[in-house]
């Protein structure tokens, strides 16, 4: 056999791996009472599609407010980071989807001339591959895109000595509950070094409406993204889902957005992949993503000796905060 077909077999091994990874997580998910389906499972070739809509949608301000954050504070936020032109560092993004935001901190990084290496993180290889079609139009600089969970690829990272600047944005933070996230960052430090700094965005408690609208969109299309976790497991799963028995349930309660897909009656599911049967009663409910809402203070809850928060940058509504926190 010669080398690269011994590559690619490694390639397609991980993958399978990958795949069979998923899939037991998903089904765990399932057997479980209240049953939920983690939230990165959304992001198929489809979910993908769906959420570059969502992010376009009137009542979705996050990305119109963080977008306006970057395009317009980036100076600041490297001066902040105490980045300038002459000194190389890294730039690591966790979950960096489409990387259209990104792509404003890039721009003003190329035309200053800064020396930099972008790291996008994504375990969805349909998002990295969206995400370099949408730089391909920046001149050039280095990148170096890694699929794969952000703890695996973090670690990969920060295998040298070079500054790290890691980015965590669109409140990805928020689909985690307050134990998680604490854990979460405390993982995300262990792979920092002093002085290293994290770029948090936030989504701010507000308007309990506004919020529940931007997960319950007129138009439909967050149902839409919800409800393709039922495509997604009739296909990957072998499942036999009918979409017109479950509907979109989303909630805003304890500063949290929370979207559920709930069963509109008695019925059970057959999954061919494991050819077992899943129960649903009639109003059961699937937890498929929560989004929590933050305060400073209630960040500064969850930071422990950590991080310390050294700026906010935020839009001119204030709906959206980017906090940048220095590793201690
Ligand atoms: C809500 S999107 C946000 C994308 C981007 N950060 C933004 O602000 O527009 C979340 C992204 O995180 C990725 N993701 C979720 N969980 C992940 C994990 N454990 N490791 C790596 N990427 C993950 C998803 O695939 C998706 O592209």
Same mark, same amino acid.
């Given at each position: 056999m010669?080398?690269?077909s011994a590559r690619?077999?490694?390639?397609?091994?991980? %993958?399978l791996?990958?795949?069979?990874?998923i899939?037991?997580?998903?089904?765990?998910?399932?057997?479980?009472h209240?049953?939920?389906i983690?939230?990165?499972?959304?992001?198929?070739?489809?979910?993908?599609?769906?959420f570059?809509q969502i992010?376009?949608?009137?009542?979705?301000?996050?990305?119109?407010?963080e977008?306006?954050?970057?395009?317009?504070?980036?100076?600041s936020?490297?001066?902040a980071?105490?980045?300038?032109?002459?000194?190389?560092?890294?730039?690591?993004?966790?979950?960096?989807?489409?990387?259209?935001?990104?792509?404003?901190?890039?721009?003003?990084?190329?035309? %200053?001339?800064?020396n930099?290496i972008?790291?996008?993180?994504?375990i969805?290889? %349909?998002?990295?591959d969206l995400?370099?079609?949408?730089?391909?139009?920046?001149p050039?600089?280095?990148?170096?895109?890694?699929?794969?969970?952000?703890?695996?690829?973090?670690q990969?990272t920060?295998?040298?000595?070079?500054?790290?600047m890691?980015l965590f944005?669109?409140?990805?933070?928020?689909?985690?509950?307050?134990?998680t996230?604490k854990q979460?960052?405390q993982?995300a430090?262990?792979?920092?070094?002093?002085?290293d700094?994290?770029?948090m965005?936030?989504d701010?408690v507000?308007?309990?409406?506004?919020i529940?609208?931007?997960?319950?969109?007129?138009?439909?299309?967050?149902?839409?993204?919800?409800?393709?976790?039922?495509?997604r497991?009739?296909?990957?799963?072998?499942?036999?889902?009918d979409?017109?028995?479950f509907?979109h349930?989303?909630?805003?309660?304890?500063?949290q957005a929370?979207?559920?897909?709930?069963?509109?009656?008695?019925?059970s599911v057959?999954?061919?992949?494991?050819?077992?049967?899943?129960?649903?009663?009639?109003?059961?409910k699937?937890?498929?993503e929560?989004?929590?809402?933050?305060?400073?203070?209630?960040?500064q809850?969850?930071?422990?000796?950590?991080?310390?928060?050294?700026?906010?940058?935020?839009d001119?509504?204030?709906?959206?905060?980017?906090?940048?926190?220095?590793?201690?």
């Open positions: 010669h080398a690269g690619e077999l490694d390639w397609r091994n991980r %993958n791996e990958m795949q069979t990874a899939d037991t997580k998903v089904l765990e998910g399932l057997r479980q209240p049953k939920r983690p939230s990165w499972y959304f992001y198929d070739a489809r979910g993908g599609e769906l570059q992010m376009a949608m009137p009542e979705y301000y996050l990305t119109r407010a977008h306006e954050i970057l395009r317009g504070q980036a100076e936020i490297f001066t980071a105490g980045h300038t032109p002459g000194t190389p560092f890294a730039i690591i993004e966790l979950g960096a989807g489409d990387g259209s935001k990104t792509k404003e901190l890039l721009r003003y990084l190329i035309a %200053n001339d800064f930099f972008y790291q996008p993180v994504d969805s290889s %349909n998002a990295i995400l370099k079609e949408n730089l391909s139009d920046l050039e600089f280095e990148m170096e895109p890694l699929v794969g969970d952000y703890f695996e690829m973090l990969q920060m295998s040298n000595d070079v500054p790290k890691v944005l669109g409140s990805n933070l928020g689909n985690y509950d307050d134990a996230a979460f960052l993982r430090a262990n792979g920092m070094q002093s002085g700094v994290l770029l965005g936030l701010i507000k308007d309990p409406k506004r529940l609208d931007a997960y319950n969109d007129a138009a439909g299309i967050t149902k839409a993204f919800n409800m393709n976790l039922l495509e497991m009739n296909r990957e799963l072998d499942a036999d889902f979409k017109d028995r509907d349930a989303p909630v805003y309660e304890n500063n929370v979207s559920y897909i709930i069963s509109k009656e008695d019925q057959y999954f061919g992949a494991t050819e077992e049967r899943i129960e649903f009663k009639k109003g059961e699937i937890q498929t929560i989004s929590r809402k933050y305060t400073r203070e209630s960040l809850g969850l930071l422990g000796d950590s991080f310390q928060i050294t700026h906010v940058f935020q001119r509504q204030k709906d959206f905060s980017d906090f940048l926190l220095i590793k201690s």
